[in-house]
């Protein structure tokens, strides 16, 4: 599952299996934040840092506007956000590459326990900027 060519994939591979332990352990049909509890608890396990239910700021020309919460920020560069949903639509998608953005996060992580088999995406932020350059 590790793939060397993409950015942070160890990591990502840790997530998507503690992620797998929790999908076989409860299969699907409970609401999103079952499933967030118990993820959080596998990577608790699994010695991965993570913040849940983060909340960052949201502006528009240079105005803050809102704020917007990711389900968990793991290790303060990957954002992971789950659905308990039968199928993911566009939506789901727009919502999480929209955090990406809002973050300015590089790689995100998209991953539905609602499916017979865990179905899990990995994002890229085509607006990153590198900061300090």
Excluded: W
Aim: charged share 25%; net charge positive; proline share 1%.
């Amino acid at each position: 599952m590790i793939k060397e060519q993409y950015k942070y994939s160890e990591l990502t591979s840790r997530i998507i299996g503690c992620a797998m332990t929790v999908h076989k352990e409860l299969g699907n049909g409970f609401q999103e934040v079952i499933y967030q509890r118990a993820l959080a608890i596998e990577m608790h396990q699994a010695g991965i840092k993570f913040s849940r239910e983060f909340e960052m700021p949201v502006f528009y020309k240079a105005r803050q506007i809102g704020t917007r919460r990711v389900d968990f920020l793991v290790e303060e560069v990957i954002s992971t956000e789950l659905k308990a949903v039968s199928n993911l639509e566009n939506a789901h998608f727009a919502q999480a590459i929209n955090y990406l953005e809002v973050y300015n996060l590089e790689i995100g992580l998209l991953i539905n326990f609602g499916e017979a088999s865990l179905n899990f995406k990995r994002l890229t932020n085509k607006k990153f900027k590198q900061s300090g350059l």
